[in-house]
């Protein structure tokens, strides 16, 4: 294995992301997602941290009654029965931010508490770093999204970018 210094550079690079949340209500969650799941575009997820594609956009669970749509663009109007659930954008206050680099596992390791190797690619979960809630989807070996709040996301930047030096003079 490579040392810290022979490893690459962890790249970071942050965007806007349209997301969406769905939330069905607990005695109405099948109804909920056998309405909302044509209206995305086919299957939904079934387990916390699953994925699916849905004509170019992700749709993730990320708790039991609760699914986020991820789209490069605005997010596709969508009108939910307030008997069955409801939805609720949060583009505007979420920004994504796309790492990418050999050593990620290892800066990831000294931020949050994760499981990088068992953390399968198209796989999120959901994580703290310092006590902000961050949504980590893996994408490839070597590569994931954070979602983060916005406000959040330029100190989130430097914390990795810190943590990424650190890792390159000390190694994994």
């Not at 659930?85 to 800066?107: D, F, P, T």
């Amino acid at each position: 294995m490579a040392n810290g210094s022979e490893q690459a550079n962890l790249g970071i690079a942050s965007q806007d992301c349209g997301i969406v949340q769905f939330d069905g209500w607990d005695d109405a969650m099948a109804r909920f997602e056998a309405d909302l799941a044509p209206r995305l575009g086919g299957q939904l997820p079934t387990k916390v941290g699953d994925t699916t594609y849905q004509d170019g956009k992700l749709v993730i669970r990320i708790a039991p009654r609760r699914l986020w749509l991820l789209c490069d663009g605005p997010p596709p109007a969508i009108d939910i029965d307030p008997e069955l659930g409801c939805m609720l954008a949060l583009g505007e206050g979420r920004v994504r931010l796309r790492l990418s680099g050999q050593n990620i596992k290892h800066v990831l390791e000294r931020c949050v508490v994760v499981d990088w190797d068992s953390l399968q690619e198209g796989e999120g979960v959901q994580v703290g770093f310092h006590r902000v809630p961050v949504l980590l989807l893996r994408t490839g070996p070597f590569e994931c999204d954070l979602f983060a709040p916005r406000s959040f996301a330029r100190s989130l930047v430097e914390w990795i970018s810190e943590v990424e030096i650190g890792c390159r003079h000390t190694g994994p």
